[in-house]
């Protein structure tokens, strides 16, 4: 890989190449942040059973990365409340923009991408103001920053686009911090999480919260179906021992669903879901605990408990060719789901996977 990614960078240089596709990256399935057992850290881009095909040094810990909808292009986020994001050729290797979030403000980890590759959006904390933003990057002419607008509440952690347009879902989890304290939480007892669905131009077209009594139900991660349902997962800023529901469906319109498991498997989750993911023909959603070590999964249109997983560590889950794949903090790779569907699998690798596994659109699972 390191000869073709050789050859590759000397026709960019001469300006001969023709533009790349993720063909040229090795075809990835997935992308994922890792801690080397050296300390440090890199982006990998992993196959369908989850060999490895790169990876490319970060300057810290990565934790989510938005891939580039045309081109063999990854973005790799540094972890809340990190401030750098570095823009990736992942079929040549090199370094090809380095962002730094403006004065004042912190990257939460994650980003999307217009429907044409054009613009970068990257939810972001103004934490003098504790307000949230949704940053704005030329990604067609070297990823300068074009603006920001609203994210429609405090402490947006993800941010999606819905297929087929230009409209973005947002996690706003509504928990103020600022980087003087650390990774503290500020605002416990009157935090205000939602759901809101904003456009490139700032106008916010939706914004959905839950009941009160689950104000302290933190909106963090999300997973879009192809005709548009969203999945969200929660994380809850109370005692773990009584916690609401970890997992929502929404669409456009609609009242959310909330996903229930039974009574002693949702007490194992501890009041965490790590990450969430339809399945690849949208019938499922799954959420994942590292704290509990379990995946769960649901009925994508009622919300229903169907069974779980156990895998220690897990936290990084997205659709597979049976099942799911996930990604454990033990360096396992694994997929389908262990008996209830078959075809399980696992690959082990001498890293720590860090949160997330963020699957490339253009490639299908097999």
Same mark, same amino acid.
């Given at each position: 890989? /390191? ?34 057992? =050296? ?13 490895? !095909?790169?990876?490319?040094? %970060? ?35 090199? &370094?090809?923009?380095? %962002? ?49 607008? /609203? ?15 230009? !409209?973005? /879902? ?35 077209? =939706? ?28 994380? #809850? ?25 039974? /009574?002693?498997?949702?007490? $194992? ?6 990450? !969430?993911?339809?399945?690849? =023909? ?8 590292? $704290? ?12 229903? #408990?169907?069974?779980? !997983? ?26 389908? &789901? ?6 399980? #699998? ?6 720590? #996977?860090?949160?997330?596994?963020? $699957? ?7």
């Amino acid at each position: 890989m /390191a000869t073709r990614r050789g050859f590759l960078a000397g026709l960019l240089s001469t300006g001969l190449a023709p533009a790349l596709g993720w063909a040229d990256a090795g075809d990835p399935a997935y992308l994922a942040a890792a801690r080397q057992p =050296d300390g440090s850290y890199h982006l990998y881009g992993l196959t369908a059973r989850g060999a490895a !095909i790169f990876h490319l040094p %970060l300057p810290g810990r990565g934790h989510a990365a938005a891939a580039h909808p045309q081109r063999p292009e990854a973005v790799a986020f540094a972890r809340r409340p990190g401030t750098f994001a570095i823009v990736l050729d992942c079929a040549t290797g090199e &370094t090809r923009a380095r %962002l730094e979030a403006p004065e004042g403000r912190h990257f939460y980890g994650h980003g999307a991408f217009s429907a044409d590759g054009t613009v970068l959006l990257t939810p972001e904390n103004d934490f003098e103001t504790a307000r949230g933003v949704i940053g704005l990057w030329d990604a067609a002419h070297g990823y300068a920053r074009l603006g920001e607008i /609203a994210s429609g509440g405090t402490g947006p952690h993800e941010i999606r686009r819905l297929p087929g347009t230009d !409209i973005f /879902a947002v996690a706003n989890g509504g928990i103020e911090t600022h980087p003087a304290s650390g990774r503290a939480k500020l605002n416990i007892p009157f935090m205000q999480p939602n759901l809101s669905y904003v456009t490139l131009d700032g106008t916010e077209l =939706d914004r959905v919260e839950l009941p009160h009594d689950m104000h302290r139900n933190s909106i963090r991660h999300l997973s879009v179906r192809d005709d548009g349902r969203v999945a969200f997962a929660m994380q #809850w800023q109370g005692d773990t021992r009584d916690s609401p529901p970890l997992a929502a469906l929404h669409r456009r319109g609609d009242d959310p669903v909330l996903a229930v498991a039974e /009574a002693d498997a949702h007490r $194992r989750m501890q009041g965490y879901a790590g990450s !969430i993911a339809f399945s690849a =023909d949208g019938a499922r959603i799954a959420i994942t605990s590292p $704290r509990g070590g379990l995946i769960q999964v649901f009925d994508a249109e009622d919300g229903r #408990w169907l069974h779980q !997983i156990e895998s220690r560590d897990v936290c990084g889950v997205n659709a597979g060719a049976s099942g799911f794949v996930y990604t454990s903090g033990t360096g396992r790779v694994g997929g389908g &789901t262990e008996g209830v569907e078959g075809g399980a #699998w696992t690959a082990d690798h001498a890293v720590a #996977w860090d949160n997330h596994l963020v $699957r490339i659109a253009q490639t299908v699972p097999a």
